[in-house]
């Protein structure tokens, strides 16, 4: 049984912002924008899942990841199924997932390479609270003016479809040839199972539940792997101290004990289908 508070990586990127979140310090006004924030354990290529936050000041890429099956045959580990928790959004904030009519494959490498692909998306409004959940294959961007959490499963393939005119490297061949091509379809969410506990989503790669304050068994089985993210608040978990802005890897069953305004994330490996 063992509790491993997670070293913070700080990711440079030019869509990211000066301005961050309550937990983070704001990098300095003359260095570079701070896009990402990483939780790496001590072997960052090991664990199932990695946990993020974004910081956006202008939209991503739109892009998609490969699953499983389509990265083994690219000789890769695994694929990228992944999800977002919106903490803070500005009015006009938005995230393209999926097209908003089925697509053929020609169609889409056309659109990505004349740029039509951004209209042909559909883009959603969305606000403090709102959870997507992206499978592997879905075409997305996230847009600017958010703050979110991303928990996915532990790949950096990414296959960037059109980038609005910036210099960086497509992956047109691959990223056509993953691609979901119909419309997303938001998978079902279990919701609240017990007071202070909401399961968002049971996926096939990983479960992520939604925890308030308070004194909690974690209840997982030895040698099994779970993310304890704070939202806000503080606590203890495993003899381990955290606060919000750090996530601690815990494995096995522990006890948690967490600040009365506790708001927690708490992710692990998934063998459930959507």
């Not at 003359?30 to 990402?36: A, F, L, S, T, V």
């Not at 974004?54 to 580990?77: I, N, Y």
């Not at 039509?116 to 709102?130: N, P, Q, R, Y």
Request: aromatic share 8%.
């Amino acid at each position: 049984m063992t509790a491993t508070l997670l070293a913070t990586k700080r990711v440079e990127k030019p869509w990211g912002r000066h301005v961050l979140y309550p937990g983070f310090p704001d990098p300095a006004a003359d260095g570079e924008p701070i896009g990402e924030v990483w939780f790496q354990s001590p072997h960052p290529e090991e664990p199932e899942l990695l946990i993020k936050y974004l910081f956006t000041s202008e939209k991503l890429s739109v892009q998609d990841h490969p699953s499983d099956e389509e990265a083994q045959k690219r000789g890769l580990p695994r694929g990228k199924d992944e999800c977002w928790v919106i903490l803070d959004a500005e009015p006009d904030s938005t995230i393209a997932i999926g097209p908003k009519q089925p697509m053929t494959a020609d169609e889409l490498r056309q659109s990505a390479l004349d740029g039509s692909i951004e209209d042909k998306l559909d883009w959603k409004l969305v606000k403090a609270g709102d959870f997507y959940y992206s499978h592997s294959g879905v075409i997305h961007a996230i847009g600017a003016g958010l703050t979110l959490i991303e928990v996915q499963q532990n790949s950096d393939t990414t296959y960037r479809l059109y980038d609005y005119g910036r210099p960086r490297e497509l992956h047109l061949d691959d990223g056509v040839a993953v691609a979901d091509l119909d419309p997303y379809v938001a998978p079902p969410r279990p919701g609240e199972v017990a007071p202070g506990r909401t399961i968002l989503v049971e996926g096939p790669k990983f479960v992520l539940e939604r925890w308030g304050g308070g004194k909690r068994s974690i209840d997982l089985a030895d040698g099994h792997t779970g993310w304890l993210v704070p939202i806000r608040g503080e606590g203890v978990v495993g003899g381990v101290a955290w606060h919000a802005g750090e996530c601690v890897m815990v494995t096995g069953p522990e006890l948690l004990h967490a600040s009365e305004d506790a708001d927690l994330l708490f992710a692990y490996p998934g063998t459930g289908r959507i």
